[in-house]
């Protein structure tokens, strides 16, 4: 048997990948993420599939059912939402199954930052304005930040910032980035992005936090930070340029 973590995408069931709807199709155990992973994707499971909401479940608990399953010769369905490679808390079931000697592989999801842009029918790394970003989080109740990710530090480098798992804590990123990025800098808080209810609020530094707390958004929602949201007059990638010749387009001679 097999354990399979599977990224199912930001919300939209049919953002779900060609393999991962497969595996799903086969598997006779399923555990997903209640609250984050659509009903549709969970029924794609076969008839008599043992199917489990993990929201309510420990570690043990989790590791003990796939256990059960492997005794069984019962491939697994672990299905998290977006990517599991992005704070899916894949990292401590996969010690534990290698330390059982289970075996397991990991099936890569649309991750919910890609969602948020599309959403915001934004490129998130533009010439001349950024060329990079940041995942980030700020510290909470799961697990505090290690010393040297502050958002200071984050913030001084002028990539474009996505901050999970935040939407609580918006006063403490402005205090945080305001110094650096000033604040007028653009913000935009996508709420369940690709999902039927997906909201987007757009502000800045300085009045995102009442945007969003009018919104009454509490939970399941991505922060974007930086000039990309609204870049005025940036310059052309070279890519594309008559005058740029590469491998695939060397000019006339």
Same mark, same amino acid.
């Given at each position: 048997m097999t354990v399979y973590f599977i990224g199912a995408g930001p919300g939209a069931p049919d953002l779900l990948t060609l393999r991962a709807a497969r595996i799903i199709e086969r598997c006779p155990v399923c555990l997903h993420a209640g609250s984050l992973v659509p009903r549709e994707v969970?029924?794609?499971?076969?008839?008599?599939?043992?199917?489990?909401?993990?929201?309510?479940?420990?570690?043990?608990?989790?590791?003990?059912?796939?256990?059960?399953a492997h005794d069984k010769g019962q491939d697994v369905a672990r299905v998290h939402s977006g990517d599991p490679s992005i704070y899916g808390a894949i990292g401590e079931q996969m010690r534990r199954l290698e330390a059982a000697g289970i075996p397991f592989e990991i099936v890569p999801g649309v991750p919910s930052f890609a969602a948020a842009a599309a959403a915001l029918k934004c490129e998130l790394t533009l010439p001349g304005i950024s060329q990079s970003i940041v995942l980030t989080r700020t510290s909470g109740k799961a697990s505090s930040m290690p010393p040297g990710e502050t958002l200071e530090r984050f913030a001084k480098s002028g990539a474009t910032l996505v901050l999970h798992l935040s939407i609580r804590r918006l006063r403490d990123v402005r205090r945080a980035l305001e110094p650096h990025l000033g604040a007028d800098c653009p913000v935009?808080?996508?709420?369940?992005?690709?999902?039927?209810?997906?909201?987007?609020?757009?502000?800045?530094?300085?009045?995102?936090?009442?945007?969003?707390?009018?919104?009454?958004?509490? !939970?399941?929602?991505?922060?974007?930070?930086?000039?990309?949201?609204?870049?005025?007059?940036?310059?052309?990638?070279?890519?594309?340029?008559?005058?740029?010749?590469?491998?695939? !387009?060397?000019?006339?001679?």
């Open positions: 969970v029924a794609m499971a076969p008839e008599g599939a043992r199917i489990l909401d993990t929201s309510s479940m420990t570690l043990d608990e989790i590791v003990n059912e796939i256990r059960t935009a808080v996508i709420h369940r992005a690709s999902w039927p209810d997906e909201k987007i609020l757009r502000g800045t530094l300085a009045d995102i936090e009442r945007k969003v707390r009018e919104a009454r958004i509490t !939970r399941t929602a991505l922060i974007i930070v930086g000039e990309v949201l609204t870049p005025g007059n940036f310059a052309d990638s070279a890519l594309y340029d008559a005058g740029f010749r590469h491998l695939l !387009r060397p000019g006339k001679a």
